[in-house]
């Protein structure tokens, strides 16, 4: 018999950026906290109204779209766990926010500056934020949920997978963007590592799986293959334009429903189209 578990999806605004919500009738494990202080806070007041304790809050990878509302939950749920399938996730993290803190990009988010000698209210990523044991989320009841992180540098250095049995569900994370212009500013060999990811989830997971992506809808198996033709379409644009106007038409024309043109798909084609 399946154990007890509940997932409720949170669909963020900024970025369409996804945070995954776990119970049983005793407990709540969060999956990612979005991309804003502001946004975390409606989902902070969301896992309040479940009236339970919020036991884990588990960062995927080191994107700030994924951890930016940390503080948020810290402090509307002090007892919370912050944590994250391995010690590369946890530098990724650190990496990010003190880059971030370097170029001004949290000027916005001061409480997510990190905490230094010259800067001693700073959040404390040391402190706060442990590696998971043994590769599982647990929720009370005892329904588990797996976490994977084996994977090459892709979208991100290390992204994160989950799976739960009980709902027949596998997280893909960042590997999938459905309906959403993906974060393509990356290395080539990272975007072969990641098409070569695609087709062995298409091939090795099984077929009744529901997949639930970092950005965008819910969506069934076909959806690697949707990344994968998407990945290749933007390739062929990429080599084939003559500036980054036409790249980015080209790519609208063909993925007119997809959201985030203006701020994902502009950094992947400047990545890639000279001025
Ligand atoms: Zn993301």
Redesign the pocket.
Known sequence: MANNINLQVYHGVE?T?NAYIFSDDQSIILVDCLRNSNEASKLAAQIKEMGKPLTHLFITHG?P??YTGMNVIKNEFPDVRIVVNAPEIKADIINFSTWMESVGWLEGEPALKPKTDANPDGFDYEGNISILKRGKLILAEGAEIEAFSNYEPTECEHLTTLYSADLKAFFSN?FVYNGVHP?LAIDKQNIENWKNQLLEFANVLEKDLTIYP??GKPADITVFEKQLKYINDFEATVAAAKSREEAMQKMQELYPDYTQADFLLVYSVNAFVAE
Do not use: I, R
């Open positions: 970025a950026v994107h779209d994924h960042d974060w970092g950005h």
